[in-house]
């Protein structure tokens, strides 16, 4: 019941904390301060996926309970690791073409609105025109009928915007999808797990784990720009889905055995899968993203600073692994 509780503040903390912050002046994402947190939160997803979940399916698919050939003659977690990276590199190109495709349609039919619109006001006011200059006797003021070319002058700008835009909406969609699908695994462990001396180190590592996690979603989730329903609803889902799993945990761990070929199996795959999400989340999507875009390499400081909480994170992260 503690480590539910402790688990869901946390969660909540760090998730709602970039979403209630853009108010904040300091919490924006255009801030430093959001930069360099980010960056931390970075750092702590890398080492999650090397140094906690891909050790942990390594741990589970050479257990000795498992028949050495296949689990043990061919290194799987890092292959399922990799099959996992990949994929995800194929749902994230897949997302963003559709999107933009998308986003290219709703923008063709508003110019295609727009340029309909000023061509019937135009022709009204040339139909008004040519009326006045009648009644005026050939002496009357000339209406101007617009250009066309000045048709959906107002719709092109901001491409490269709309272009990022749609890049924080697929990479908030996966990277919530790699922390929930490992998310129920750890909480799963930490409820069937009997030994207070395991549970214990647990609880603080996992806390920690889950409020810079939730930061790094969080602040993904804001620069997508959702409505605030789609909003509630994924940072309610990834809040709930570790304490959700202990309280599974918990209820079947009278007669569950972790320690039997099937559970260790499952364990190891989805372990792995998560660890492969996780690892390309954080190195192409949150770290190359963020570090190799433009605005950061002309910030000297602030550039330094990610680089720093960025190693910082994933020391930190990986130090945990010491005691959970």
């Keep these: ?81 990799m099959v996992s990276a990949l994929g995800t590199l194929v749902v994230d190109f897949v997302g963003t073409q559709f999107y933009e495709r998308k986003h290219r349609v709703e923008n063709n039919n508003a110019r295609k609105a727009a340029r309909d619109e000023e061509n019937t006001v135009g022709l009204l006011s040339a139909t008004a025109g040519d009326k006045q200059h009648e009644e005026e006797d050939g002496g009357g003021l000339h209406i101007g ?18 272009s990022s835009h749609l890049r924080h909406v ?31 180190p647990l609880i603080a590592a996992l ?9 790094a979603l969080g602040g993904c989730i804001s620069q997508a720009k ?4 789609a909003t509630a609803v994924m940072a309610f889902f990834f809040a709930v889905t570790t304490p959700a799993g ?20 499952v364990e190891g795959v989805l372990d792995a899968v998560s660890a492969g999400i996780l ?6 999507d949150l770290i190359a993203a963020d570090f190799l875009s433009r605005s950061r390499s002309c910030n000297g400081r602030v550039q330094v600073s990610s680089f720093l909480a960025l190693f910082l994170g994933a020391i930190t992260m ?3 692994a010491l005691w959970a």
């Design 1 to 81: 019941m503690i480590a539910i509780a402790v688990i869901l503040v946390s969660s909540v903390a760090g998730v709602t904390l970039p979403l209630v912050g853009t108010s904040w002046r300091f919490l924006r994402a255009e801030s430093g301060l959001f930069v360099v947190s980010k960056a931390f939160a970075a750092g702590v997803i890398l080492a999650t996926g090397f140094v906690h979940v891909l050790a942990d399916s390594q741990e589970a698919l050479t257990d000795p309970c498992l028949p050495r050939f296949p689990w043990s003659a061919f290194p799987f977690p890092g292959f399922f690791a």
């Design 145 to 162: 009928v617009p250009h066309a070319h000045d048709a959906g002058h107002h719709h092109g700008h901001s491409h490269g915007g709309a």
């Design 170 to 200: 697929v990479v908030s969609q996966i990277l919530e999808l790699g922390i929930v699908s490992h998310s129920v695994i750890i909480g799963l462990s930490l409820g069937v797990s009997l030994s207070p001396c395991t549970i214990r």
């Design 207 to 215: 806390g920690f784990h889950q409020f810079f996690e939730g930061f």
């Design 226 to 229: 959702f409505r605030s329903t």
């Design 246 to 265: 202990i309280a599974a945990g918990t209820a079947v761990a009278s007669f569950y055995n972790p320690n039997s070929p099937r559970a260790l199996v």
């Design 279 to 284: 690892i390309y989340m954080a190195l192409v």
């Design 318 to 320: 990986s130090v945990l």
